[in-house]
């Protein structure tokens, strides 16, 4: 009987370290992990340069049209999005960003593509401009706008319109991304993004 107990105890600690091993590998993780966005490591680098389009990519390899480059053909049939089925088709557009008084600026809004729409939504712009560093270059937001409850199309009174005060008229390349969420419907989610043009305005 005083085996049997003793292989039960034997048994119960071995049970117990392999409980802890795991335990103390999961607090060893708690340390928060470096950022994986690289537009935040780019715009938090000391080394930060805000420059053209022609810059970025004539320095940096930057592709100004990578993220508009096309899906490559898929293996497996096309499925219809979503919101397709529930019958709307809309999409966010942006202008071409600007400077008036000394600041950039760019208007977002949203575009009914067909189908039975809600008649409003919430329109979130971002305006970017084109950072460079040694860890190389990305879109980075400066000013961040928003609407709700506006109709599709541009015009006053339907679009948001973020501002950014310039430091200097260097080049700069500068876009304006759109996220829009119609109301009370199903959001697909993404942005949609803006031409990039550069303007003569650093953001200050």
């Known amino acids: 009987m005083r085996n049997v107990k003793m292989l039960g105890l034997a048994a119960m600690s071995a049970f117990v370290m392999m409980l802890a091993v795991p335990a103390s590998a999961s607090a060893a993780q708690v340390e928060p992990s470096p950022p994986d966005d690289v537009a935040a490591q780019i715009a938090s680098d000391p080394g930060l340069r805000y420059v053209s389009v022609a810059e970025a990519e004539e320095q940096y390899g930057f592709d100004t049209n990578a993220q508009d480059a096309d899906e490559p053909a898929a293996a497996e049939p096309a499925i219809t ?3 397709s089925w529930w019958g709307c088709d809309w999409h966010g557009q942006a202008d071409y960003p600007h400077v008036t008084n000394n ?9 009914k ?3 039975d729409c809600p008649e409003t939504g919430t329109v979130t712009v971002e305006l970017q401009a084109l950072g460079c560093s040694n860890l190389g270059c990305a879109w980075i937001t400066q000013e961040t706008d928003s ?7 541009s015009g006053t009174g339907r679009w948001a319109t973020p501002h950014k005060a310039c430091a200097n008229n260097n080049a700069t390349g500068w876009r304006g ?3 829009t969420a119609l109301t009370d419907f199903y959001d697909p989610f993404g942005w949609d993004d803006g031409p ?9």
């Open 81 to 83: 999005p979503l919101w």
């Open 103 to 111: 600041e950039a600026s760019v208007h977002g809004y949203w575009v």
């Open 113 to 115: 593509d067909g189908g």
């Open 147 to 153: 609407v709700t409850g506006v109709k599709p199309g």
């Open 177 to 179: 991304r759109v996220d």
């Open 196 to 204: 990039a043009m550069d303007r003569n305005c650093s953001p200050a």
